[in-house]
């Protein structure tokens, strides 16, 4: 372990990273002009952890206008910072210079920067020990905080004391438990209770940051630290309509458990894709609010699903998230509770209802909240909605209509019998929609035309 002032001047240079070929031109082209240069942070981390590392962040003693000297095609990227992106080709390559960071106080960005020579100091104001390595070839890895060992063990912890970092970035404690679901870490005792304790501070971050770190959770391969989330009272800061379902055992015959227990183990069937995971995570928000206990002690939720859609859109809206995941997450949750019989007809209206694009979403949200329910009930159900989609396979693989866009009339086609243009043309092909639903046999371009024919005579009679 380091020593009591949490630094240590370890080289490893036994260790060897495979570092890509154009990350080595950078470092060898600073290294060349007498500066220090290393690959740092993420990059090292997920190296020594045999994944593949998203971009390869590059660190050096080279002031930022030594290194814009040093090549000849630069981007300012974030220069006040010290960051110069070096541009070999298409590939950009992130180069910052060694700083030493001012006083935090916003509790998210420091208000100045100060340039250092030393890569210690530099590495001394990261987040946590694993992410505070550093490596070049000549060097080996550099790990003044025992980062190596804390991956050995399985641990997140801050760089010095947790407090001090978590004070500088209140961020950085959504990093940590989102490292914590991704990687099956624990989080260290003191970096933990800091986290508790200054969980607070997340008020001053960005909806948009927190997003980001509580996605990367949610999709992640622990996405149950999403308790641990809210027993650091962390969630309740940004997500607070969760903490009633912390408590709330449903005594229903398919339930029996708390809705957050139900909505771990629906985390953790839902495919890792943000949308289904967001819809599993949201799910039955609604319920604590909803919920009806019968003269049979049974516990019923209705309209559980409608209402927790119009809760979701609040919670999405609050999180900044984009329309399009909005929309699919809301219309997700509002029929994650419709019951579909696994026949032709009514896959096709459920469908048609929900949108052909989103309909496998609602079925594999459907199958995960049924795995989640009690076993007797739980096999059932999972049968029921495998039943669903061998159905809706079938219905592909013979391309029936289920939208108006796949009529084989048009708005054009029904005024050539003379409709005006409005609420008519919109009312008949709907009322063409419902029949191809029915019976794909007649999305046909003459027999939807009597059809229409029939309709409007009909409403023409006194």
């Not at 890509?20 to 600073?30: T, W």
């Not at 607070?240 to 005594?251: I, R, S, Y």
């Not at 979701?312 to 019951?339: C, E, F, M, P």
Request: hydrophobic content about 40%.
């Amino acid at each position: 372990m380091p020593p009591d002032d949490g630094t240590s001047s370890v080289n490893r240079t036994e260790i060897r990273i495979a570092v890509p070929e154009k990350v080595e031109i950078v470092l060898s082209r600073l290294r060349g002009a007498g500066y220090e240069a290393y690959i740092v942070g993420g990059c090292v981390r997920d190296a020594l952890l045999h994944r593949t590392p998203g971009d390869w962040d590059i660190t050096t003693s080279a002031l930022p206008g030594e290194v814009k000297q040093i090549f000849s095609h630069t981007v300012d990227t974030g220069i006040r910072h010290g960051t110069v992106t070096v541009m070999l080709g298409r590939d950009g390559f992130e180069v910052t210079t060694y700083r030493i960071d001012g006083a935090y106080e916003d509790g998210r960005h420091p208000e100045s920067v100060t340039f250092t020579r030393s890569l210690l100091e530099d590495l001394k104001r990261r987040d946590f020990t694993i992410n505070a390595m550093a490596y070049s070839e000549e060097t080996g890895l550099v790990d003044a905080f025992d980062g190596i060992g804390d991956l050995d063990r399985g641990l997140i912890r801050c760089v010095g004391d947790p407090r001090e970092r978590f004070s500088e970035d209140a961020l950085r404690i959504m990093r940590a438990l989102r490292f914590s679901a991704q990687l099956g870490y624990e989080i260290e005792e003191n970096t933990l209770a800091a986290a508790r304790d200054l969980a607070p501070n997340l008020d001053k971050v960005s909806a948009e940051r927190i997003r980001v770190e509580l996605e990367k959770l949610l999709v992640s391969d622990h996405p149950d630290r999403i308790l641990l989330c809210q027993e650091t009272g962390v969630l309740a800061r940004f997500l607070p309509e969760f903490t009633p379902c912390m408590d709330l055992v449903q005594h229903a015959p398919h339930h029996g458990d708390t809705v957050a227990h139900h909505t771990v183990q629906a985390l953790f069937s839902a495919p890792a894709e943000p949308v289904l995971r967001l819809a599993a995570f949201l799910h039955d928000i609604a319920k604590p609010a909803c919920r009806v206990t019968g003269a049979d002690g049974i516990d019923r939720f209705p309209e559980h699903a409608k209402k927790g859609a119009k809760m979701a859109d609040g919670i999405l809206r609050r999180l900044r998230y984009d329309n399009d995941t909005r929309r699919q997450v809301v219309a997700l949750i509002a029929h994650h509770s419709d019951k579909i019989d696994p026949e032709p007809a009514a896959v096709r209206r459920a469908a048609a209802g929900i949108g052909p694009g989103l309909f496998p979403k609602l079925l594999a949200l459907q199958e995960a909240d049924a795995k989640a329910q009690a076993p007797a009930w739980a096999k059932e159900k999972t049968a029921r909605v495998e039943e669903v989609s061998r159905c809706w396979e079938e219905i592909l693989a013979r391309g029936d209509c289920l939208d108006l866009g796949h009529l084989a009339i048009t708005g054009t086609d029904l005024m050539s019998l003379g409709v005006r243009p409005g609420k008519e043309i919109g009312a008949l092909l709907a009322l063409c929609l419902d029949a191809v639903l029915e019976d794909p046999a007649q999305n046909e371009k003459m027999t939807l035309l009597a059809r229409c024919e029939r309709a409007r005579e009909a409403a023409a009679k006194p």
